[in-house]
């Protein structure tokens, strides 16, 4: 089955303890992204990557990290995660070309205290 | 930097009614995007118009690209239950290139029954 897999789910942490969230997608997709989402503020971009090694910067990437290593894997680094992070958090994958439908995992759930 | 704003923030209607959500972008977009995300989902791509003035439907749902793709339209005709959800819009800005992704604030719709 295509899809988008986030681990973990679920995240209670408290500030300064570095994570990670994995994002693996199984389609061979060479774009890959991560996204936060806050009540009234949508989707917003944090990072992205049209394949491996080639990542840039979104919207909000202050405080994250990612790397691309592997077309399939796409993990976000929280080095020393604040509350403002707290956050739902989504990654996403495309094939790079004419069609832009992106595939969206089912999200991780951050809570920073 | 590029906004994507959407109206109204919330609409709720009886079951049977129309809806209509608007996307307006603060910049020419070279695309739009249109998801929806279902209450404790993730947001599921719906469908893209790229041409100036583009209308597509998919069932009861019209989406239309404005003639100076600055702006875009959903519009459900007789709603029902399984409508329930977020939509949101999304573009990326022309001067960007595809890559950098900017999602409007979105629309909740619910249903009265």
């Known amino acids: 089955e295509a899809q988008v897999t986030q681990n973990p789910r679920y995240l209670i942490t408290v500030t300064g303890k570095k994570l990670t969230v994995t994002c693996s997608q199984n389609?061979?997709?060479?774009?890959m992204s991560w996204y936060r989402q806050d009540p009234g503020l949508g989707l917003r971009q944090i990072y992205y990557?049209?394949?491996?090694?080639?990542?840039d910067k979104g919207d909000v990437p202050e405080g994250y990290k990612v790397s691309r290593k592997e077309k399939r894997n796409f993990p976000l680094i929280l080095e020393s995660p604040s509350p403002n992070q707290t956050s739902l958090y989504f990654c996403a994958s495309r094939i790079s070309g004419s069609s832009y439908e992106q595939y969206f995992g089912p999200g991780t759930r951050l809570t920073v205290t | 930097g590029q906004q994507v704003m959407q109206i109204p923030q919330y609409q709720h209607v009886q079951e049977g009614e129309d809806f209509t959500t608007y996307c307006n972008s603060s910049?020419?977009?070279?695309?739009i995007q249109w998801y929806k995300q279902r209450p404790g989902g993730h947001p599921v791509f719906l469908i893209q118009l790229v041409k100036s003035g583009e209308v597509k439907k998919q069932k009861r749902l019209t989406f239309q690209f404005g003639e100076a793709k600055k702006n875009s339209s959903l519009h459900i005709t007789a709603t029902q239950t399984t409508d329930v959800g977020t939509y949101f819009c999304?573009?990326?800005?022309?001067?960007?290139?595809?890559?950098?992704?900017?999602f409007g604030t979105g629309t909740r719709l619910t249903i009265i029954p």
């Open positions: 389609m061979n997709h060479e774009y």
């Open positions: 999304a573009g990326p800005g022309s001067n960007f290139g595809n890559e950098k992704l900017t």
């Open positions: 990557s049209m394949n491996v090694e080639v990542t």
């Open positions: 910049t020419t977009l070279s695309n």
